[in-house]
Each structure stands twice: as structure tokens, then as C-alpha cells.
């Protein structure tokens, strides 16, 4: 049966009910975005897990913050004088620490506009500033804003590696944050502004304002405090020394930004970009006392070691006085050129060639800084005869010698071209320049060939207050006070003497009587195996007084008296004063054949000062670390009897005598007590003077690195003494006048000066000389000569050697 036909409807309801009409279009787009929403959702789950688990990973190995609490970086470490005046400065890191306090509110506030603008707001990291510090990059085309906040830099200099590595981004950044939340922001101030590198050796704001200002960085004010904070990015390309226009453009960049943080006014800006900054590479004024400060030095090194005297900050307490040092420099200076020019002028430095002379003769001139005083070489290119004048040319100035110049050299010269001629090179003075002729009036200058050296050592304490090892230390390091060991010759005698006034049985006294007359000595080293000791005059007084012996410094009796007592004897009391050298086993040890230092004998004169106490040299006083604890102090109390007093003042009166009547008599300083001895070594190689007064023991040494002879009567006297009275007149200027103590247990009894014998006390004639109680004359047997001496002093009586000399 077919299918019933469907009855026809309307058209509107075939519309509404036909078949379902599809969905809507916006359900299709809803449930991709679902999709989508739940994409990113699980992406960003992902990413933080994935984040979490990175930031744990890498947390993992990261340094511990809490290194930062001990914040002990390489410091400078300072060496004071006496006065507190710098004397040195030893370091691998130039770095003062400071506190923030310490530092200018200028400075902060530079450095925080120039690197992290947001350093007080932001926990460590600044994503604002990072996005901030790339926009101005790229707007600029170049690096002018880092992107890495303070504290940032921090954990990076501090506690990671200078590798650039994104790993090493995300771990700066985690301590960052760890950083912010285990110090203040103070805190990491403190060691942001003492660790940064700012160029030309400065680590720290501190070491830089110094370096570029010659101040303090709490005394810097905006303009500089800009430069400063301008370095930071890259400390040599913006170099104000070699660099000054890019720094300035940095320091005004850093200006501004100033203003933009409301830390100074646009006055103060103004003000500032108008500034005139000195820059230069300052050093810190010291003390000229390289050889003190080298030996300084040495026993840091020695004591604390390497690292703690570059890298820890020590502040160090010297003995050195500034004043004394000065005093003995100039002293130095002066009897070295005197001794050089007593010989008269050795002839030019050198010779140039004709193309150098022909260069230099055409060769415009022009002022060249050259400074009135300042000591340069001349080339001598042109010869005046008429006017008896050389001319020299000095790089691009032109000088003038004349012949009353030169006749300071030969004072029978006539003709100047007898002593130079053009092509000659020497050594000229700047005295005076010339406007009208361009030209400088010069004095001819010759470098001394001798060296000398200076100890000068308080006698109670043994402080070090002078030490001099040599005329330049520039030139040569070798610390002749301390490392030579030179023939004292004379100088050494007083301790022969000291052993006799000691000797335990039958002591001699100044009054003892010594021969003087030729004596010949066994002596395998000679070439006939004889040693015959001679005077330096090459004469013989025959009798004559212990006290005369020594004041007029006689060989011959010093020898005899050293057989006398015996070698053994004399070595173990010179080591019983301070003497540590090695020294001969001979009767050649009288005349001081034996190498000792400068520092050891004028320590061992000190005894004598010291009233018979031994001192220890003290360079070194007190050390104190970064953190003001001391490390070391030396002994106030660092002196021990060697000898007695009565034995020291007999001997110091022994010594006043050399210098009132004998060999150092031309030393004398009106009002002073002073005692001393020369000494002079074979072919007048050494010159040596040792002298004190009651508080100050000094050494003069004076001789030639070669060991070549200073030159004719060159002796201790001539050459080391006029250094030593210039060095002591301006030691003791201003002091009161004070005389040697004379300790318990001395005398003074009157006797002859030629026999020894007592004198009534009211007699008009002879002196009174100081003895150890009971050993004057006519208390004390008189000391009994050996038969061998015995014998030789009648032969010399009724010898013609005797009775010529008599006669004179």
C-alpha cells in the first residue's frame, strides 16, 4: 500500500519544523578557545614547575650569602712614621675600606643614579629598570644604562665567576634576592662602594677619590662625585686621563640623571657641569726613607707573611722620624758632593757623536719645564774663547758654563777649553735662566762615585729613628747600613779598650801606660810571614797613656794591648756588646780587619751611651689589623746589662775625649756633650764616624761599592764626619744641653797627662780623668806590664828611634 502523501504546511512552519538546524558558529570558536585557555594553562603550569624546579636546581650550588657578613676584601696596607706621617704603602689591591658613613651623601646618591636608579625601592631585582636600561640602549645605539641592579653587581663580584653566561643571569639574580633579604640596603652599600674597580689601580670610592682628587670621598662634592659614578660601566674607557671627553659626557649624564631622581636641584647640576676639576693621578705625599721603609717591609713579610701584608689592611707604627731623616739626607747629600769635589772634576759622562752634536747645535730653542735647581745632562756644543764661556744644549733649552764656573774645579784654569771641548757630555745644574738671552746660567755637577750610609739610634730604648742604606735607593737598592759588612777599621777599637778596662784580672785603667814602638807579629799571610802593624802617620810616641792611645787613635798600642788580653777574650766581649759578624782570630782585629754592619755598631756604641745597656734595634712598634686590634708590639722594655755602667762611663769619657782632643776633634758642636770614634780602613777604603750624645747614637759609614779607595786623606774624620756634625747639629737643635750621667761607682782623680800619676786634687797641672771606683792611682796597684813589655819599654827609652823623636 503506498504511502499516505504528507499534507502541505505553511512555508513558515516547513521553516520551524523541518529538520534540526545546525549549531550556532560562536559554540565552534568556544570551545577552541577553551582549548586554548587550558593550552596555555597547562604551558603555564609547566613553566612555573618547570621555573621551581630550575630555581632549586640552581639554588642548589649557590655560594652562601652569609660570606657576604665578613666582608674582608685585599686593603691597603699603610706604614706610619713616628708622626703618623705616611711612609709607605704596600698592597695588590688598592682599597681603603670605609664605612658608609664615611663617605659623602653626594657620592651614595652619584652612584645609585648611575647604576640602579630604583635601589631603594626595588628587592634586588628590577625588571621595570632592566626593561627601562635595554629601551635606552636602543634608543642610544650603545650601552648607556646597565641593566643589572646594585645588589646585583654585588652578588656577582662577591660571589660568582666573571663568566657571561645565562646561568650565571639567573643565579646573580637569585642572590640577589637573597641578599636584599639578609642585609639592608646599607649594608650592601657598604660593599658595593668598597669593592668596584674604578680604574687606574682604585678599588673602593675611597682609593678612587684619592686617586683622581687627592681626597677623601667624604669630602667630594657633586661634580666629582659624578666622574666617580660615571667609571663604573667601564672604568678604562672613560678614563678622565686618557679618556676626558667620554668621561665628561658620562659625568653629565650621570648630572642629569641626578636631577631626575630628585637627589640634587638643577642648580646644583648647573653648578657642577660648570665646574673645573683638577685631575690628575694623585699619590699620597710619604716620607723619603726608601731604605727604612724596604727593611720595613722585609720583616712584614717575614713575620706575618705574603698575603697579610698585600691583602690585610695593616696599619704599621714606625720608630722613623721624619725630621731626623730629612736632616740626614741633606747631610749625606752634602759630604758626598763635598768629597767629590775635593778631587777635582773627572772628566765628561760621555761623548757624543758629530750627527749628535750637529743635531743638537740646530735644534731650535725653547723653554722645556726645566726647573732652577733641577740636576741634567749638557751637551757642550760650542766654545767661546774670547768670552772663556761653553754653551750646552739640554734637549731643547740652551745653558751657559763660564769659566769662574769651572775654576771651582781647577782654580788655575785659563783657557775653559782645556777642561771641555763640543761634543762633551756632563752633568749641569740649572742656577738661574736668562730672559733676554734664553738661555740658563749653569754649574757644572759631578755624580759622586762614594756611597755612604746613615744609623741613627735613640740610646735608651734603641729606637730606630734614622736608616739610611745608600745616596738613592732609585738607583740602588743594596742597603749598605744593614747588608755590607765593611772593615770598621778605628771604629772598632773602643771594644778593645772596654775588654781592658773589664779584663778580670788586672784591669787596665785610662791611665795605664801603652808602648808605642815598632813591633813585628808572626804572620803567615804576609809575603815574608811577618806582619809589622804601622801608626797612620807612620811614626811612634813611645810611652803613652791608655786614654791617649785611643783619643789619637794609635795602631801600634791597640795591638800590643789586644796580645795582652788576648783574641778569645776581645771576640767574646765584642759579642757581649751587640757584635755578631765573624770575626778575625788575629791580632789584625784590633786594627777592625773584620766585616761588620753600620746597624751593629752603632748599636753596640749604644752600650756605652746606655750606661752599659744592650738595646735591641726597633724599627717596628706596633701593627695593628683592619679591624684596629694589635698584632704585634714590640718590648718596651727590650734592654739588658752587658756591662756596668762604671765600665760604659769610663769609656764614654775615653770617647768625649776623641772628639774634645783627637782624631774627631774638627766634629765639636759649641755646648755639646758629644763622644764618638773614627775610623779609616787600609788604602783609605772605609771611612767610618760612631758618635752619641746623651739620647742619640749615630753611624755614619762612607765608602765605594767597588772597595776602591775614597782618594788621598780620606779618613773617617774627613769623609764620614763632617755628615755625621751636620746630621747631629740638626738633630739636637732646640734641645737642652744635657751632660752623660755619671753613675755610682765612678771617680775623677787628678793625674799627669803624659805618665798617668796622681796629682793632688788642688794641683795646677794635669786633669782629671773618671775611674772605676778603687782603680785610680795611688788606691789601685798600677796595672804591671808583661816581662816581654817590660823589657821592651827600657829598650825603647835608650833607643835612637826614642831620642830622635824627643828631640822633635
Known amino acids: 500500500m503506498p504511502p499516505k502523501p ?94 658608609v658613613q664615611d663617605v659623602s651623601r653626594l657620592v651614595v646618591t652619584a652612584f645609585v643614579s648611575a ?57 646573580e639574580m637569585i642572590l640577589a634576592w637573597r641578599i636584599e633579604r639578609y642585609l639592608n640596603k646599607e649594608e650592601i652599600l657598604y660593599l658595593y662602594l668598597n669593592q668596584i674597580y674604578l680604574g687606574n689601580g682604585a678599588y673602593g670610592v675611597e682609593a678612587a677619590a684619592q686617586t683622581y682628587f687627592g681626597k677623601h670621598a667624604r669630602d667630594l662634592d657633586v661634580a666629582e662625585a659624578a666622574l666617580l659614578a660615571g667609571l663604573v660601566q667601564a672604568p678604562s674607557r672613560y678614563s678622565p686621563l686618557r679618556h676626558p671627553r667620554r668621561a665628561r659626557a658620562r659625568q653629565v649624564y650621570v648630572i642629569e640623571r641626578m636631577v631626575s631622581d630628585h637627589h640634587i636641584t638643577p642648580a646644583q647640576a648647573e653648578e657642577a657641569l660648570n665646574a673645573q676639576l683638577n685631575i690628575r693621578l694623585h699619590r699620597p705625599d710619604t716620607v723619603p726613607a726608601a731604605y727604612y721603609e724596604e727593611t720595613v717591609r ?119 777649553e782645556k777642561m771641555l771641548t763640543p761634543g762633551d757630555i756632563v752633568r749641569v745644574r740649572a742656577v738661574k735662566y736668562q730672559d733676554k738671552t734664553k738661555t740658563w746660567d749653569l754649574g757644572l755637577v759631578q755624580e759622586p762615585v762614594a756611597q755612604a750610609a746613615i744609623v741613627a739610634l735613640e740610646a735608651g730604648s734603641g729606637r730606630c729613628r734614622v736608616l739610611i742604606g745608600g745616596r738613592s735607593f732609585s738607583q740602588s737598592q743594596y742597603n749598605r747600613a744593614i747588608q755590607a759588612h765593611r772593615q770598621p777599621g778605628s771604629a772598632f777599637k773602643p771594644f778593645i779598650y772596654a775588654a ?95 766585616g761588620v754592619t753600620l746597624l751593629e755598631m752603632t748599636r753596640a756604641y749604644s752600650v756605652f751611651a746606655n750606661q752599659g745597656r744592650l738595646v735591641e734595634p726597633v724599627l717596628v712598634e706596633k701593627v695593628f689589623d683592619r679591624d684596629g686590634k694589635t698584632i704585634y708590639q714590640a718590648n718596651p722594655d727590650n734592654s739588658r746589662e752587658v756591662i756596668s755602667p762604671q765600665t760604659a762611663f769610663v769609656m764614654t769619657s775615653l770617647l768625649r775625649g776623641v772628639v774634645d782632643n783627637g782624631t774627631g776633634r774638627s766634629l765639636k758642636l759649641p755646648g755639646r756633650s758629644l763622644a764618638g770614634k773614627t775610623g779609616t780602613t787600609n788604602d783609605l777604603r772605609d771611612a767610618w764616624f760612631i758618635g752619641y750624645a746623651p739620647s742619640l747614637v749615630c753611624g755614619v759609614w762612607v765608602g765605594r761599592d767597588e772597595n776602591e779607595s775614597l782618594g788621598s786623606r780620606e779618613t773617617g774624620a774627613r769623609a764620614a764626619g763632617p755628615i755625621w756634625k751636620e746630621f747631629m747639629k740638626e738633630a739636637l737643635a732646640g734641645l737642652p744641653p744635657i751632660d752623660f750621667p755619671v753613675p755610682e761607682g765612678v771617680v775623677f782623680a787628678r793625674v799627669h797627662k803624659e805618665s798617668g800619676q796622681a796629682l793632688p786634687a788642688d794641683g795646677g797641672s794635669g786633669y782629671f780623668e773618671a775611674f772605676k771606683a778603687g782603680s785610680e792611682p795611688g788606691v789601685a796597684p798600677p796595672t804591671p806590664l808583661p816581662h816581654s813589655r817590660a823589657s821592651e819599654a827600657e829598650d825603647f827609652l835608650q833607643s835612637e828611634t826614642f831620642a830622635t823623636q824627643d828631640q822633635e
Not at 126 to 154: C, E, F, P, Y
Open 6 to 99: 504528507r499534507k502541505p504546511q505553511p512555508k513558515d512552519q516547513q521553516a520551524t519544523q523541518g529538520p534540526q538546524a545546525p549549531r550556532p558558529r560562536r559554540g565552534w570558536l568556544g570551545r577552541i578557545l577553551l582549548r586554548l585557555l587550558l593550552l596555555l594553562f597547562f604551558l603555564g603550569v609547566l613553566g612555573v614547575g618547570v621555573g621551581v624546579g630550575a630555581w632549586f636546581w640552581i639554588s642548589q650550588d649557590l655560594p652562601r650569602i652569609e660570606r657576604l657578613a665578613d666582608y674582608r676584601p685585599p686593603a691597603v696596607t699603610q706604614v706610619l712614621a713616628q708622626d703618623g706621617q705616611l711612609m709607605a704603602e704596600f698592597y695588590r689591591e688598592r682599597r681603603y675600606v670605609v664605612p
Open 115 to 171: 647604576e640602579d636608579g630604583d635601589f631603594f625601592r626595588h628587592p634586588g631585582i628590577d625588571l621595570w629598570g632592566i626593561t627601562r636600561a635595554a629601551w635606552a640602549n636602543l634608543k642610544a645605539r650603545k650601552v648607556v644604562q646597565g641593566g643589572s641592579t646594585i645588589t646585583q653587581q654585588v652578588a656577582k663580584t662577591l660571589l660568582l665567576t666573571p663568566q657571561r653566561t645565562f646561568g650565571r643571569k639567573i643565579k
Open 298 to 416: 722585609q720583616w712584614l713579610e717575614e713575620k706575618f707573611g705574603a698575603n697579610t701584608l698585600y691583602e690585610g689592611g695593616l696599619t704599621v707604627h714606625t720608630a722613623c722620624d721624619p725630621g731626623l731623616t730629612k736632616a740626614a739626607l741633606k747631610a749625606l747629600e752634602q759630604g758626598l758632593n763635598d768629597l767629590t769635589n775635593r778631587h777635582g772634576f773627572q772628566g765628561a759622562v760621555a761623548k757624543a757623536s758629530p750627527s749628535e752634536l750637529q743635531a743638537a747645535s740646530e735644534r731650535p730653542v725653547s723653554q722645556s719645564g726645566l726647573e732652577q735647581g733641577q740636576v741634567v745632562t749638557g751637551l757642550v756644543t760650542q766654545v767661546n774663547k774670547q768670552q772663556q764661556t761653553l754653551t750646552l744644549r739640554m734637549g731643547a733649552e740652551r745653558g751657559q758654563l763660564t769659566l769662574a764656573d769651572l775654576r771651582r774645579w781647577y782654580s788655575s784654569l785659563k783657557d775653559v
Open 500 to 594: 781592658a778596662l773589664d779584663r778580670p784580672q788586672h784591669p787596665y785603667t785610662p791611665a795605664s801606660i801603652l808602648i808605642d814602638s815598632p813591633v813585628v807579629y808572626e804572620d803567615p799571610s804576609q809575603p815574608d810571614g811577618l806582619w809589622r802593624p804601622k801608626n797612620y802617620e807612620a811614626d811612634f810616641k813611645g810611652l803613652t797613656t791608655f786614654r791617649e792611645s785611643l783619643e789619637h787613635s794609635r795602631n801600634i798600642p791597640t795591638v800590643k794591648l789586644l796580645a795582652d788580653l788576648g783574641v778569645d777574650y776581645a771576640i767574646r766581649y765584642a759579642r757581649q756588646l751587640g757584635i755578631s759578624s765573624e770575626l778575625p782570630g788575629t791580632l789584625s782585629l784590633a786594627l777592625g780587619s773584620g
